[in-house]
């Protein structure tokens, strides 16, 4: 039960953006690395909580970028599903 507490206190304080169970997986390991995330996944999320009248600023923050960041990697996201024809 500990384990899921030190995993838990791991995802919020790492500077590295993570989810709780990824820090479970980390502590498994005994090491923290940076997790790929895929685009797919995480592009649809910010689109969503853009819609739901977060700022990009917070977006960014949620995900670990800057505001820039967040409008540039969503921009160039919708931009490629266009061509893709989804």
Known sequence: MQECW???TLALL????MMPEDAMTALDA???K???RKWDDVVPEMI???SDGATWKEIGEIFG???ACAISTTTHWKQKQ?????
């Open 14 to 17: 790492s500077p590295v953006l």
């Open 34 to 36: 940076k997790v790929s």
């Open 6 to 8: 030190y995993a838990l």
């Open 30 to 32: 005994g090491k923290i």
């Open 65 to 67: 970028y800057s505001a």
């Open 48 to 50: 969503a909580l853009k």
């Open 82 to 86: 266009k061509k893709e024809g989804k």
